[in-house]
């Protein structure tokens, strides 16, 4: 099923907190899971990506969590900043008609307060 | 470097205009593609392009048409706008089609038909 299943909708933090956001997936043969980043009236973003042979990838605060088995992978924020204030969408990468594509989860929205 | 041009930011339709939202990008990228952001249901594809000439429709293509006459530019036809076409459109445009290329989305268009 080309679907991806993100969580919560939406997400508010204190600054210095972890942000979590979860997406869960059941089409075994995607291949590649980016993170994009949106802020208001801007396009989404690459923010980072893992592919599912890696069980975790960091960069800076922001690190991805990859569970195989279980089919779920999840953003962690360390240390949210209010400047991480956006809506954030898993994506996963699937091959289709010669081609690979992007299925993106419906999105959360991060408010981190001051 | 400019990246994924969109125009216009906004427009208002009345039911049953055509009309066109243009997109081009300078990258030399082979991959282009349209979606559409709607609230709790994230970004969906509406037609890509995998080259110039070359174009398929993606998971929502209906009352959309697109044409890649060449590299850079690949417009988006209303052809007899629907109140459900109001939606947040946004061009996106990959280096190629290979997995794990990037996805770089330009500033979206916010598209409303009364």
Partial sequence: ?114 | NAGVTQTPKFQVLKTGQSMTLQCAQDMNHEYMSWYRQDPGMGLRLIHYSVGAGITDQGEVPNGYNVSRSTTEDFPLRLLSAAPSQTSVYFCASRRDSAMNTEAFFGQGTRLTVV
């Avoid at chain 1, 600054?15 to 994009?36: L, Q």
């Avoid at chain 1, 208001?40 to 088995?69: C, H, M, Q, W, Y």
Wanted: glycine content about 8%.
């Fill in chain 1, 1 to 114: 099923q080309q679907q991806v299943k993100q969580s919560p909708q939406s997400l508010i933090v204190q600054k210095g907190g972890i942000s979590i956001i979860n997406c869960a997936y059941e089409n075994t043969a995607f291949d590649y899971f980016p993170w994009y980043q949106q802020f208001p009236g801007k396009g989404p973003a690459l923010l980072i990506a893992i592919r599912p042979d890696v069980s975790e990838k960091k960069e800076g605060r922001f690190t991805i969590s990859f569970n195989k088995s279980a089919k779920q992978f999840s953003l962690h924020i360390m240390d949210s900043q209010p400047g991480d204030s956006a809506t954030y969408f898993c994506a996963a990468s699937y091959y289709s008609t010669g081609t690979y594509k992007y299925i993106f989860g419906t999105g959360t929205r991060l408010k981190v307060l001051a």
